[in-house]
């Protein structure tokens, strides 16, 4: 989701919930621990401006 603050700048906020099936763990991308069950989520807050 993306709102803008004015013509240059935005805010963006962006989430993952993943459930493994199996004996498995859960692991969102490449970036996260794996978890130690069979749940992960994540929740990601940015802002970007252009010059």
Known sequence: MHY???KR???HISGDYL???GPVDAVIG???TPST???Q???RIGM????
């Open 30 to 32: 490449y970036s996260f």
């Open 48 to 51: 970007r401006h252009s010059f």
């Open 37 to 39: 069950s069979n749940t």
């Open 41 to 43: 989520a994540d929740v």
């Open 19 to 21: 459930r493994a099936s």
């Open 9 to 11: 700048t935005d805010v």
């Open 4 to 6: 803008l603050l004015s």
